[in-house]
């Protein structure tokens, strides 16, 4: 009985590092592909020079 507890203790523990884990990575791809997605659409707008209507569109898609 104590080593089944003992069992269902350590996979209780291992699914909770698992998902945070699974959190943080998710967290982490999320924030890089927002910033270059971000740095993109700066650079595209430093060398371009666009007009007031392409620059609604980056503003409103992004």
Known sequence: ???THSLL???K???QKYYANTLLKGILIS???LLSVYISLNAL???GRFNSL???IFFFTS
């Open 1 to 3: 009985m104590n080593i």
């Open 13 to 15: 523990n291992y699914k």
């Open 45 to 47: 707008e430093y060398v």
């Open 31 to 33: 924030l890089a592909l």
């Open 54 to 56: 392409i620059r609604a």
């Open 9 to 11: 203790d350590e996979l």
